[in-house]
């Protein structure tokens, strides 16, 4: 798992986050992943609908499933949030890339 943790980290160093989440919002989104930049780093979630009545008024939950962060130059996965299949998938997306 460290060795694909590294290995995102890596790939969204090549560029800025914002220019990453671009490259990768098109393959997340098939699988009904999304994500948005944060002060310091991006999110990635699974969006999902809670409450209301028949989808009226339901509100959008995001569940963090990862967050890569840059600090002072450098490029990292944080620890928490970190859905392991998430993880792998986007492994996945960056082979094909």
Known sequence: MEEILERIAIWASHGTLAQFRTEIDGYIKKEGYDSELQDDGVLFYRPRKAGGFLGIWAKTIKEP?????RTEGTVR???????????????SCLRQH
């Not at 499933?65 to 962060?69: D, G, R």
């Not at 996965?77 to 492994?91: M, T």
């Open 65 to 69: 499933v990862m967050k890569i962060s």
């Open 77 to 91: 996965v944080l620890p928490e949030p970190l859905d392991e299949e998430f993880a792998h998938y986007l492994n």
